[in-house]
């Protein structure tokens, strides 16, 4: 058996063949997007350096930046202990995670008082990132 696939086969999948994944910034800590893989995905991920994941509305291959441009540079692969997650220390290229526009997925804060409340600021209008010239025509 070849030593690439035995690395693969020691994930836990679930029974639809995805796990889930959490992007991290290596350098800060903070958590900015989950997501998930299929082996497909992983295996790339691992071969390219670069975040590839698994669209589950899209059904295919997403390599996170190809429209945005926003890659995610992989500095480290880790698996939790039950063998069922997978965590990626990343470079954020581009410092933005969110398809918002926003350098994390997690820009909502429950407060006890109001409920949930965006906390993080829109660092780019994302109509400028997902437009056909990347908003070069808006600079």
């Known amino acids: 058996m070849n030593a690439d696939v035995r690395w693969l086969n020691q994930v836990s999948w679930d029974d639809q063949g995805l796990v889930p994944v959490i992007a991290q910034d290596h350098a800060?800590?903070?958590?900015l997007m989950f997501a998930w893989m299929n082996r497909e995905a992983l295996e790339t991920t691992?071969?390219?350096g670069e975040a590839v994941y698994w669209s589950r509305s899209r059904r295919k291959l997403w390599h996170?930046?190809?429209?945005?441009g926003h890659i995610q540079k992989v500095h480290e692969l880790r698996m939790d202990c039950d063998n069922d997650v997978i965590l990626l220390r990343i470079e954020?290229?581009?410092g933005i995670a969110c398809h918002t526009g926003r350098h994390s997925c997690f820009f909502q804060k429950y407060l006890a008082e109001t409920g949930w409340e965006?906390?993080?600021p829109v660092l780019k209008d994302p109509n400028l990132i997902y437009s056909?010239?990347?908003g070069k025509s808006h600079d």
């Open 118 to 120: 965006t906390v993080e």
């Open 46 to 48: 691992a071969r390219t």
């Open 28 to 31: 800060s800590g903070d958590v």
């Open 132 to 134: 056909k010239d990347g």
């Open 64 to 68: 996170k930046g190809e429209e945005s």
């Open 92 to 94: 954020q290229v581009g």
